[in-house]
């Protein structure tokens, strides 16, 4: 009964995981028409955190106690995911080709298989085989459409290529390490904390950047939109990451990387008039292709992830 429930459970963290990141795509490019970019996105974060704040307040104020242990974690998880991984991309996207950038990134998956091997967690052939089909279903979607540069000479594209590749695998490590950091015993107040950290940084970037945002000049959709990125994408997005970071296998989890861009052709299509291609039908299908292999190749529950030191302990053991 128990393990049913919590079968329920990953499965609804992990399709609304999928839903909602998926969407911020078209999201942010509807915010994004009227409000800046890095001002906008800390907006974002700031308003997430304050209405989590205020709704833990009333409800369970002793969640919002925090050790310096659990705040400092909260802290790594902020720069780490919000501040340098998101900051990073919205710099990227100005140097390298688009389908490029979301291809980089959406390796994660083969990131958290090489962590696994690594460490000695064997992954089933059928893990192995869903990211190799994923990846592959992702180069047929993204690279028809996305090779011409922004904007950015040769070398640009080649060193910020590397940062964004860098960003990936920090994301990747970080959510690797995540189970030996402790946290606070409120998710939702976890949620709150990262937002106000990963927020500081994006505002010292666009503040550096010089952004100016002209409050009377934004549109009702891109008002819209913020809400919509703060409340749905950042409050239970974020909220449903987090849980399964604790709560199933990386590499299950990671399926957002691949499933997400499938997501966000179809919302992009849907609300954005957006063509669909055979290429972007193909490969759609190819990428669910390897999301059922990840999934039928994992197991349901909490992941045991053992560092190199414990593995070689419980080797002898």
Known sequence: MRAGRALSKVWVALVALWLIWGSTYYGTFVMTESIPIYLGVTARFIIAGVLLIVFLAITNPTALRVTRRQLASTAIYGLSFIGWSMGIMAVAIHYVPSGETAL??????????????????????KTLLGVVVGLIGLVWI?????????????????????????????????????????????????V??????????????????????????????????????????????????????????????????????????????VLGGEMLSSDIIVGCSVVLAGVVL???GEQIGTPKRLLPREHSKSART
């Open 104 to 125: 980089l990134v959406s390796v994660l998956p083969v990131w958290i298989v090489l962590l696994r091997l690594f460490t000695g967690d064997r992954p089933s052939w």
């Open 294 to 296: 990840v999934v039928s």
């Open 192 to 269: 709150a904390y990262q937002s106000f950290f990963g927020a500081a940084v994006l505002l010292a970037i666009g503040l550096f950047r010089g952004e100016r945002w002209d409050v009377a000049a934004t549109t009702r959709s891109s008002w819209v939109a913020l809400l919509f990125l703060a409340v749905v994408g950042s409050i239970l997005g974020w909220y449903a990451f987090v849980w399964l970071l604790q709560n199933s296998r990386l590499s299950l989890m990671s399926t957002y990387a691949y499933v997400n861009p499938v997501v966000a052709v179809i919302v992009g299509f």
């Open 142 to 190: 993204l690279l028809p459409g996305g090779t011409d540069s922004p904007g950015g000479t040769d070398a640009q594209v080649l060193l910020w290529s590397l940062i964004i590749v860098i960003s990936s695998i920090t994301w990747a490590v970080t959510s690797w390490f995540s189970p030996r950091l402790e946290k606070p015993k409120s998710d939702l107040a976890a």
